[in-house]
T-cell receptor, first 113, second 113 residues
Framework: DVKVTQSSRYLVKRTGEKVFLECVQDMDHENMFWYRQDPGLGLRLIYFSYDVKMKEKGDIPEGYSVSREKKERFSLILESASTNQTSMYLCASSFADKYEKLFFGSGTQLSVL | SQKIEQNSEALNIQEGKTATLTCNYT??????LQWYRQDPGRGPVFLLLIRENEKEKRKERLKVTFDTTLKQSLFHITASQPADSATYLCALPPSGSARQLTFGSGTQLTVLP
């Protein structure tokens, strides 16, 4: 079974802190994605990556950056956390074929105080 | 702008009945459409994919239709069970890009015993 592992289920940080969210997949997927999910707004794409060291902005990249140094690992970075970044963060991965389904991690619930 | 709408934020039905969920989209010409299930506190799980040249797809008690003229997909669960209670999300690739997915905000289904 494909496994997408997110490093933390729950995280509490202070405003202004630098926050790292880590995601690892074990299926040699080319594509990796970071979404955030908020009540009433659904899933919104922050950043995605089609290959190592490659990244593209999604719909809401402001306040975030990403890093993909290895194929299996995709990190989301909040340079200076703010309260409006309190959310559920979901990592996903998929093969390069355009019809491939996404495999999601269990999510990280981040609270910024 | 491109938009996905899932009718009814919440749907309650009686056990044994057929649940029908709707996904409408505008300003899209998607090559395919996917449906996911999400349980509370978990990431979405892929259920079905239907391509633009397919009118209907079935998997066990699930049936999906895709009407590109109406710009609508219907998701049916027959002989529903309380274990089917979850949030169901439809997802489409944005026009011009087949590797990302944009998600609807979901319909929360509750099957009452």
């Amino acid at each position: 079974d494909v496994k997408v592992t997110q490093s933390s289920r729950y995280l509490v940080k202070r405003t202004g802190e630098k926050v790292f969210l880590e995601c690892v997949q074990d299926m040699d997927h080319e594509n990796m994605f970071w979404y955030r999910q908020d009540p009433g707004l659904g899933l919104r794409l922050i950043y995605f990556s089609y290959d190592v060291k490659m990244k593209e902005k999604g719909d809401i990249p402001e306040g975030y950056s990403v890093s993909r140094e290895k194929k299996e690992r995709f990190s989301l970075i909040l340079e200076s956390a703010s309260t409006n970044q309190t959310s559920m963060y979901l990592c996903a991965s998929s093969f390069a074929d355009k019809y491939e389904k996404l495999f999601f991690g269990s999510g990280t619930q981040l609270s910024v105080l | 702008s491109q938009k996905i709408e899932q009718n009814s934020e919440a749907l309650n039905i009686q056990e044994g009945k057929t649940a029908t969920l709707t996904c409408n989209y505008t300003n899209y010409s998607p090559a395919y459409l996917q449906w996911y299930r999400q349980d509370p506190g978990r990431g979405p799980v892929f259920l079905l994919l239907i391509r633009e040249n397919e009118k209907e797809k079935r998997k066990e008690r699930l049936k999906v239709t895709f009407d590109t003229t109406l710009k609508q997909s219907l998701f049916h669960i027959t002989a529903s069970q309380p274990a089917d209670s979850a949030t169901y999300l439809c997802a489409l690739p944005p026009s011009g890009s087949a590797r990302q997915l944009t998600f609807g905000s979901g319909t929360q289904l509750t099957v009452l015993p």
